[in-house]
């Protein structure tokens, strides 16, 4: 079946250090692939997401890149805060039978801002 | 309003128990979606509904049993768990229907669920 592979599964930086996230998936037809922040006994919260028609996407120190030709896509996040410490999730859309849609989830990484 | 609130946010409940969790959203979105997530785990798709219709069962046990009243509110009835269903549900909503292959889902609180 479709899968999304993600990494790392834990990632710790220091405050205002860069943090990158990938994911690689495995369905060509893939066309939408958004990244989830979900914080300890919180909602996942949509942060960003691209379609496969552009192959990056900046939202102030988030960024999100595809490269449709190997099937991967990562997130950036740049001069980190502590207030960004949670899981994050990546995701791709494919079919779920018939001509519906669903997303499909990374098994997430865990963000760790250390002050 | 922006928000998907889902009630109740905390359920106890015993393997004979009858209960149900309701979701609502009041953004006129066309999609709905339960989700059972289990701690330190990516959400598991359970339900999809589409223009009120079930459009996606990921073969999910008949003791879970959705219903979409109306395009506002989705449900989803709990019959003879087992302590291994206890998790957080959430629900999900997207402005557009499930045959839209790019469409962005927002997720409501969760409804911790613990079965005894």
């Known amino acids: 079946g479709e899968n999304v592979e993600q990494h790392p599964s834990t990632l710790s930086v220091q405050e205002g250090d860069s943090a990158v996230i990938k994911c690689t998936y495995s369905d060509s037809a893939s066309n939408y692939f958004p990244w989830y922040k979900q914080e300890l006994g919180k909602r996942p919260q949509l942060i960003i997401d691209?379609?496969?028609?552009?192959g990056e996407k900046k939202d102030q120190r988030i960024a999100v890149t595809l490269n449709k030709t190997a099937k991967h896509f990562s997130l950036h996040i740049t001069e980190t805060q502590p207030e960004d410490s949670a899981v994050y999730f990546c995701a791709a859309s494919v079919r779920g039978g018939g001509s519906n849609y669903k997303l499909t989830f990374g098994k997430g990484t865990l963000l760790t801002v250390n002050p | 309003d922006t928000e998907v609130t889902q009630t109740p946010k905390h359920l106890v409940m015993g393997m004979t128990n009858k209960k149900s969790l309701k979701c609502e959203q009041h953004m006129g979105h066309r999609a709905m979606y339960w989700y059972k997530q289990k701690a330190k785990k990516p959400p598991e798709l359970m339900f999809v509904?589409?223009?009120?219709?079930?459009?996606i069962n990921e073969s999910v046990p008949s003791r879970f049993s959705p219903e979409c009243p109306n395009s506002s509110l989705l449900n989803l009835h709990l019959h003879a768990l087992q302590p291994e269903d206890s998790a957080l549900y959430l629900c999900?909503?997207?402005?557009?229907?499930?045959?839209?292959?790019?469409?962005?889902?927002?997720f409501g609180p969760g409804t911790r669920l613990t079965v005894t």
């Open positions: 691209i379609r496969s028609n552009v």
């Open positions: 999900a909503s997207s402005p557009f229907p499930s045959g839209r292959p790019s469409y962005e889902q927002y």
């Open positions: 509904y589409s223009y009120e219709k079930l459009s």
